[in-house]
């Protein structure tokens, strides 16, 4: 507009230099003039502020299907977290400054605090922006090339030319993780010794084969076969012809058997050359320099609540003596002669409850979780008003970063549905997954849980963008939980091995709230930990002992789960008595899920809401 204005007069007053009067102009009559609320005007700059956000990651613009700096990786240095909180700070400065808090309606205040909330968790985290470790399970040089082959899409020449431009960043990546990894241990912050070995055996596998490996007679490595199978739909799509294509292949080629595994060689030879400093004992953060202040840290960040180690142990002790009990009242149902310990040790190392290590078997597994779900899927509508749109697949995790007995999780889909949902299984030994854990876990990874929750926040329309990508680990684990719970109730778990399989998902959470909390604040050792564990549920010892290991890599991560459900569940009783007959439990769900991941007491406040507005409509 100014640019414009500004051409008119100029050429307005080169008409009376010449001794000409410009032309009169006649004012329209006034129209009516559009108000726009307070909310509407926070919202608009709220997706503004988001829009400059994602600036600072490339990858979460793939994630959400955004090509914008498709052939850009994320800068991961302390240097650009330290820009990221400076935004941050001046975003919520100039929110505070220029938005009138009381005159934002209920949801534009959820907005507003929730944009506040960011910045106040990473003031919190900043004192420990280099305390989480890098190099262990799943880390960067497994995630990198697992993020090219989920997220990086190849439609024409252009997204091509960015996959090369992003292979040549890798090496960048893995140098900068790397100089900070050398700081964290000069600092005295070292992971535990196992995840040194995570590391390297994760670098072997997705360094292994063509073209890392100049054996022609090696098999493909995985990121390769992916890459080769992008550029071959292209030119079978003729949108490239096979010579064009193949001098990009050689390209990439170049580039993977050069300055990438150049990369993962230095991150290979630091993490063998450190690890001797690594004590064969795992230690919890309690260790590290002011440990039990970043653990109080994280235990805020992952439940939104402020609750003492102390605190969350003994609502875990408690937890765990309520389910026995109920565990107890299953196995009577299935006729087993014997203890609940027996009960334990029977479904967990008896043959029958597990599929044998074949591909038609694997193929089996996949295939039962997908009947649970279609299953429960029929059921959705008489519970929930909002339904995704995405779709969901069941898939086995990639052989590179597959590990035995490790946890199952899901991947958000494309908020436009191009990209479904997967839910994800590690199975490489199928002893560590048993039969009766299916239909418990399906649910939590699918709908009614993770999936569904996450599908429903990325199609949210009448929120800020944010809202519908913000996470919080209590909410997102919570409510996954809470699913689990939820499905019984759907008609689900008519198997009484399966209700009992249900039963050992929560009290599996209920003892992460002791075990966390012993490891990291009450300096338990591992084996501690495992034996709480396998003697309080019948968890396969295999998925024990990789679980306690990732309980050491992620402190505070595991409490989210059950601290999220019975928030979920205190949520609910408290509209169910105040409501009575008037509860449904579809607009109950609705309310839940139509605000996005928000932080516990945010979701408290929004039921609270329903429930007077309910009670004043009556």
Known sequence: MGVRFSSILTFALLLVACGESPPTVTEPAPG????????????????????????????????????????QL?????????????????????????????????????????????LEQAEAAYPYRNYGYIFGRGGPHASLPSFM?????IDDESDLQAYLSRLQQIDRVLGDLLDRSRQQAADGIRQPRFNYEFALSEIDRVTAGVPFNTDDSSP?????????????????????????????????????????????????????????NTSAEPQGVWALPDGENYYNQRLARMTTLELTADEIHNIGLSEVERLL??????????????????????????????????????????????EYLDYIGERLPEYFGRLPKAPLVVRRVESFREQAGAAQHYRQGAPDGSRPGVFYSHMSDMSTLAKWQIEDIAYHEGNPGHHMQISIQQELTDVPRFRTQYRTTAYTEGWGLYSEWLAKEMGGFQDPYSDFGRLAGEIWRAVRLVVDTGIHAKRWSEEQAVQYFLDNSPIPEGAVRSEVKRYFSN????????????NFQEARANAEAALGDAFDIREFHDVVLGAGAVPMPMMHARVERWVDEKLAAS
Not at 349 to 364: M, P
């Open 149 to 153: 082959i989920s997220f990086h899409l």
């Open 32 to 71: 009516p003039v559009a108000v726009i609320s307070e909310t509407e005007r926070l919202n608009s700059w709220l997706d503004e502020q988001y829009e400059e956000q994602l600036e600072f990651s490339p990858q979460t613009r793939s994630v959400l299907g955004d090509k914008t700096d498709y052939d």
């Open 325 to 370: 009990a109920e565990m107890e009242a299953v196995k009577q149902q299935t006729d087993f002669e014997g203890t609940l310990q027996e009960f334990f040790v029977y479904v967990r190392e008896d043959e029958q409850f597990y599929y044998a290590n074949t591909d038609e078997e694997r193929q089996e597994y996949i295939d039962v979780n997908n």
């Open 74 to 118: 994320n800068d991961v240095t302390l240097e650009a977290q330290d820009r990221v909180l400076e935004w941050r700070r001046q975003s919520v400065a100039a929110m505070r400054s220029d938005f009138d808090y009381d005159a934002l309606n209920d949801d534009g205040k959820l907005s507003y605090d929730m944009w506040e909330f960011t």
């Open 555 to 566: 402190p505070g991560q595991a409490t989210a789960y059950k601290i999220g459900m019975l």
């Open 220 to 276: 493909n490595s995985p990121i390769w076969v992916d890459l080769q199978g992008k550029v071959d739909a292209m030119v079978k799509n003729s949108v490239l012809n096979s010579d064009v294509a193949q001098e990009y292949l050689t390209q990439a080629r170049e580039i993977l058997s050069g300055e990438v595994l150049a990369a993962y060689d230095e991150v290979r030879a630091w993490l063998e050359q450190d690890i001797a």
